[in-house]
């Protein structure tokens, strides 16, 4: 039985596991999004991002250099290793959690094996936080008359800056 164990295996020993995910998080660090199965997307996701959070920690140049030791433990590769907390560490210096966003992306042709493409959430240009930004919609109210007043506001402000643009251009 396996009883309160929530660890999944993915049908590999110990130390095959370790390797792979080992793997899997340099690569993921290094090219910011990679193409796996779903199991092993779910199961690089609890393995990479608290080594992610360990990155952000950065108390004491002691503290720093035992967070380096502690990740380089874990990813066994120095590129990797620098890359996280040079290029990746300052992006996500402002954000609380979920570093990592897993997109399904179907069934593989030769074993049907469920694919998952999982992707540092900050690189990701689509989906950051300069095209959320651009189309952010207006914020509405459920007041009623805020179309009324919204427009009229509007209204005001091109006048008032039309305004001062024929000034303007008058003293000039």
Request: aromatic residues 4%.
């Amino acid at each position: 039985m396996n009883h309160g164990n929530k660890k999944n295996n993915l049908g590999r020993t110990a130390s095959h596991r370790k390797a792979m995910l080992a793997n899997l998080g340099s690569q993921l660090i290094t090219y910011k999004r990679i193409s796996t199965t779903l199991a092993k997307a779910k199961a690089l996701r609890t393995y990479i991002e608290p080594l992610i959070t360990k990155t952000k920690k950065n108390d004491s140049k002691e503290a720093i250099m035992h967070n380096h030791r502690v990740v380089f433990s874990y990813l066994n590769n120095k590129e990797a290793v620098k890359e996280l907390f040079t290029n990746v560490a300052p992006k996500v210096a402002g954000r609380p959690g979920g570093y990592t966003r897993i997109i399904k992306l179907g069934a593989r042709i030769g074993d049907n094996a469920e694919m998952a493409m999982i992707e540092l959430v900050d690189f990701n240009e689509v989906y950051g936080k300069t095209a959320t930004a651009a189309a952010e919609p207006a914020k509405k109210t459920r007041r009623s008359g805020g179309k009324k007043k919204a427009a009229a506001d509007a209204a005001e402000n091109a006048e008032s800056t039309s305004a001062e643009g024929t000034e303007e251009k008058s003293e000039a």
